[in-house]
């Protein structure tokens, strides 16, 4: 078994035109396209957001990759309005290479927890390989894969998705593992687009130690 930590991967692109391109899309609305600047983006965003004018921000659209564990996976598929690109245990065979699985923080500091969680693990992996040893195809072992099995998945949505997303899952109520990706990534759009994602609340309780790496691709 492989261990790792989890990481989102930001596709890079022209932060500053990414704003006027919205920009040029809100201001048909008023009819002020001849009030743009080079400067005029950001105010004029603000004050679409301040209004609640909102469908503004779908002009424009941003991919994150997102390694982490199947279970976190399953919640971020759940947002509906979206395009994804995931890791298939159906069509990937870990036969040959250990399965990679992402570290669960919270059991790292406790013994007993610890070896708990490693030796269910250990456990699903030998009867993965015993599945496929026995003839099974990998999308029929794949019953016995642990949760915490490590998946790579692409996530593309618009800037409103992004809002909505980041507001729920880097929340206190969100899951640990979930706010470990999504508060540095959310921190990580800040520094980006501050104007888009500065009203952002998130969990400041949560140890930074945890934060999972951001990178920009
Ligand atoms: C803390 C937490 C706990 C959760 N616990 C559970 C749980 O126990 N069980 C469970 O099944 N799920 C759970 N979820 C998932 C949750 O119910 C949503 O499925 C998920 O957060 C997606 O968000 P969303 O519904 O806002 O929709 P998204 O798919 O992100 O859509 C964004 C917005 O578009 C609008 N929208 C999208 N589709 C429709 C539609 N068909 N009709 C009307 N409006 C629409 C809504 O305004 C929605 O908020 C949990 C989520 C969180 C954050």
Redesign the pocket.
């Known amino acids: 078994m492989k261990l790792i930590k989890p990481e989102a991967h930001i596709e890079n692109q022209d932060w500053t035109s990414l704003l006027q391109r919205l920009e040029t899309k809100g201001r048909v609305c008023y009819k002020s396209e001849w009030r743009m600047t080079d400067d005029s983006a950001e105010p004029f965003i603000k004050f679409l957001i301040q209004r609640g004018h909102l469908s503004v921000l779908e002009h424009a659209s941003v991919s994150v990759k997102f390694t982490v564990d199947r279970g976190v996976s399953h919640?971020i598929v759940?947002?509906?309005?979206?395009a994804y690109s995931q890791e298939s245990t159906r069509f990937c065979n870990y036969e040959e290479d250990d399965i990679t699985l992402i570290e669960p923080f919270f059991f790292a500091g406790g013994y007993l927890k610890w070896s708990a969680w490693e030796r269910a693990c250990s456990e699903a992996e030998s009867m993965y390989q015993r599945l496929l040893d026995s003839g099974a195809t990998a999308q029929e072992a794949r019953s016995v894969l642990p949760n915490s099995l490590k998946t790579e998945l692409w996530a593309t949505y618009n800037l409103r998705?992004w809002r909505?997303?980041l507001e729920?899952?880097a929340?206190k109520?969100?899951?640990p593992q979930m706010r470990q990706v999504a508060i540095p990534l959310l921190l990580k759009f800040k520094e980006l687009m501050p104007v888009i994602f500065d009203g952002i609340p998130y969990d400041t309780a949560f140890p930074i130690k945890h934060y999972a790496e951001v990178i920009i691709v």
């Open positions: 919640e759940r947002h509906r309005i979206g998705v909505h997303f729920l899952r929340a109520t969100a899951h």
